[in-house]
């Protein structure tokens, strides 16, 4: 029974009997990735909590009739037969290159399953979404209020896809709303990918020469492409153009610019759409559609500070005549205090240069003239966060400091200046040490992404596929990483991989299953022979097809915990996929 109001039912759900129940299903793209994953854990936690068990079919993104050969993951949506679940969830994001009414006649092919989606709006399909309006008014808000921000572009989502428009038309409205004329120059398309805001960035910088002030990203991934492509342009996030995104996946806190977002529940949206599932299996009444809110996050790719620097003043300010008459003395005394003060700071780094100087005793003086609030603690970001990148030692950038504050003492005049300076130190300090602690979490999720990148390479020089050495990798390596069991099966017949396959070496937590030398023979649709579970069917299982560039080879089926799947699909891409 469809109810639409939002909000949870109360009363308890009365399950069917354990006997009879078959697993809840997960529609996902993949499991390698923050978005997918927090989904999953998501949904995860609620099977795990009702005692269900959960088959999670990571067929990659669906792709549209006459776009060319479907991704080899797709063909794991035809194995997945209905007769499978008891209910099923769908991730929207994976019919993102269809347009709604494809994507609504894939998802009928599984009537009658109970089903819900997240991130889409299918009528008659209960669903799980977020709402954008507020923390993506809230976001575009504050680039225009705080910052005076007024050429914002927007790099949009995949055509068609139910969040991608509703942000698109977000960012109308408040541009109008802000007497901002709405320029269909600064809109680029995009893809929900980082590649959109990488071809986003060369189409408003080079072909249509944009001077910007601001992008507005669709979601975190496209904003992380944005970023990697104006900082290899030789571009300073947020000092030459500020980025926002959505999503707040835990990456966005270490990009280069630590990235300014909304927030979306990504757990709670999974764990939603398994208990909307639930309730339809149950026969309890469950609302057609659930909103849950968004907020927005401040860091550092808008132009804020750290959180920890904001709220490290003490609001010791001087009185109006003291900071005017102290202001008007540091541009009197303006060259000859640089005079001074390059070759005491360059003392302590040769590599100092004078104009830097310039920039922080100027942004020093603006502060004391009222021009803006936390002025030369953002001048001090921008210097010292590039050269922190390239390793040099935050303790550098305290001594420098200390010695711009021993140089400017003898010009504070009285005890009220001196308070109102000595904040302005302390945010300094503050600010350097939360620059320290970011430089180095950052370094740490490079050294991430630099070995998740040599995978991928390893893959592409793989030039065959030797089932012998596959089967050893299996067994050794993947326990280490926490896959409890792995159940691995080759087509019969790769062109139609819907038909027969062959189990070729199961391995569970009592150790490897003996198989006869040439496999086992069962339909591809039951995804491994049901005698085969030795301790039972485990609770949560993931599907992932095993191809050789666009041949089709067969499917892995693992358990592995949720809090496990980036390391999981990585095991697995890095083994199996050339």
């Given at each position: 029974m469809m109810d639409t109001d939002v909000q949870q039912s109360t009363h308890s759900i009365t399950p069917p009997p354990p006997t009879q129940r078959r697993p809840l299903g997960l529609f996902i793209a993949r499991t390698l990735g923050q978005y997918d994953t927090a989904l999953w854990s998501g949904a995860a936690g609620f099977a795990r909590e009702h005692g269900l068990k959960l088959l999670t079919v990571a067929g990659g993104g669906l792709q549209g009739t006459g776009a060319g050969r479907e991704p080899p993951r797709n063909v794991l949506y035809e194995l997945s037969e209905a007769g499978q679940f008891d209910g099923l969830v769908i991730v929207g994001h994976i019919g993102h290159d269809l347009m709604p009414e494809a994507?609504?006649?894939?998802?009928?092919?599984?009537?009658?399953?109970?089903?819900?989606?997240?991130?889409?709006?299918?009528?008659?399909?209960?669903?799980?979404?977020?709402?954008?309006?507020?923390?993506?008014?809230?976001?575009?808000?504050?680039?225009?209020?705080?910052?005076?921000?007024?050429?914002?572009?927007?790099?949009?989502?995949?055509?068609?896809?139910?969040?991608?428009?509703?942000?698109?038309?977000?960012?109308?409205?408040?541009?109008?709303?802000?007497?901002?004329?709405?320029?269909?120059?600064?809109?680029?398309?995009?893809?929900?990918?980082?590649?959109?805001g990488q071809t986003a960035v060369d189409l408003l910088l080079d072909q249509r020469q944009l001077e910007l002030d601001a992008i507005v990203c669709a979601n975190d991934l496209t904003a992380l492409g944005v970023i990697e492509t104006l900082t290899a342009r030789g571009l300073q996030v947020p000092d030459d153009i500020a980025v926002v995104g959505f999503d707040d996946i835990s990456e966005s806190r270490y990009f280069l610019s630590p990235l300014t977002t909304v927030h979306q529940p990504l757990y709670e949206i999974g764990w939603r759409a398994a208990e909307l599932v639930w309730r339809q299996i149950c026969g309890e009444t469950f609302p057609e559609r659930v909103?849950?809110?968004?907020?927005?996050?401040?860091?550092?790719?808008?132009?804020?500070?750290?959180?920890?620097?904001?709220?490290?003043?003490?609001?010791?300010?001087?009185?109006?005549?003291?900071?005017?008459?102290?202001?008007?003395?540091?541009?009197?005394?303006?060259?000859?205090?640089?005079?001074?003060?390059?070759?005491?700071?360059?003392?302590?780094?040769p590599g100092f240069a004078p104009v830097w100087a310039a920039q922080l005793l100027d942004a020093f003086a603006a502060e004391f003239e009222g021009q803006a609030h936390g002025r030369f603690v953002q001048a001090l970001q921008g210097l010292a966060r590039p050269s922190l990148l390239v390793g040099m030692d935050v303790n550098a950038w305290q001594q420098l400091t200390s010695?711009?504050?021993?140089?400017?003492?003898?010009?504070?005049?009285?005890?009220?200046?001196?308070?109102?300076?000595?904040?302005?130190?302390?945010?300094?300090?503050?600010?350097?040490?939360?620059?320290?602690?970011?430089?180095?979490?950052?370094?740490?999720?490079?050294?991430?992404?630099?070995?998740?990148?040599?995978?991928?390479?390893?893959?592409?020089?793989?030039?065959?596929?030797?089932?012998?050495?596959?089967?050893?990798?299996?067994?050794?390596?993947?326990?280490?990483?926490?896959?409890?069991?792995?159940?691995?099966?080759?087509?019969?017949?790769?062109?139609?991989?819907?038909?027969?396959?062959?189990?070729?070496?199961?391995?569970?937590?009592?150790?490897?299953?003996?198989?006869?030398?040439?496999?086992?023979?069962?339909?591809?649709?039951?995804?491994?022979?049901?005698?085969?579970?030795?301790?039972?069917?485990?609770?949560?299982?993931?599907?992932?097809?095993?191809?050789?560039?666009?041949?089709?080879?067969?499917?892995?089926?693992?358990?592995?915990?949720?809090?496990?799947?980036?390391?999981?699909?990585?095991?697995?891409?890095?083994?199996?996929?050339?």
């Open positions: 994507f609504r006649t894939f998802c009928e092919r599984y009537r009658p399953l109970p089903m819900a989606m997240t991130a889409a709006n299918l009528e008659g399909i209960p669903s799980v979404v977020v709402d954008n309006t507020v923390g993506l008014r809230a976001a575009i808000t504050h680039l225009i209020e705080a910052h005076g921000y007024r050429r914002i572009a927007c790099v949009r989502g995949s055509d068609g896809d139910w969040d991608a428009e509703e942000r698109y038309r977000i960012y109308t409205e408040v541009l109008v709303e802000h007497g901002l004329p709405f320029d269909p120059q600064l809109v680029s398309p995009g893809n929900f990918q980082a590649s959109g909103v849950l809110p968004t907020a927005l996050v401040l860091r550092q790719s808008c132009g804020c500070l750290f959180e920890t620097t904001r709220h490290a003043v003490a609001g010791l300010s001087a009185t109006p005549h003291a900071s005017t008459e102290l202001a008007t003395m540091l541009t009197q005394h303006r060259d000859e205090l640089l005079a001074m003060l390059v070759p005491a700071l360059q003392e302590q780094w010695t711009l504050r021993r140089q400017l003492l003898p010009y504070l005049l009285n005890r009220d200046q001196m308070l109102a300076a000595e904040d302005i130190w302390h945010q300094a300090r503050v600010l350097l040490s939360g620059l320290a602690q970011w430089i180095e979490v950052y370094h740490q999720q490079q050294e991430v992404l630099q070995a998740t990148q040599l995978r991928r390479i390893s893959q592409a020089l793989i030039s065959s596929f030797e089932v012998p050495a596959l089967m050893e990798v299996v067994v050794h390596e993947l326990p280490r990483l926490g896959i409890a069991s792995c159940y691995l099966a080759l087509y019969a017949d790769p062109q139609v991989p819907h038909d027969m396959a062959r189990l070729i070496l199961a391995y569970d937590r009592r150790g490897r299953i003996e198989l006869p030398a040439e496999g086992l023979s069962f339909a591809a649709a039951e995804l491994a022979p049901p005698d085969i579970w030795r301790n039972g069917r485990p609770d949560g299982m993931v599907l992932h097809a095993l191809y050789f560039q666009q041949q089709q080879l067969g499917y892995v089926l693992f358990e592995i915990e949720p809090s496990g799947g980036e390391m999981g699909e990585c095991a697995v891409r890095s083994s199996f996929y050339g």
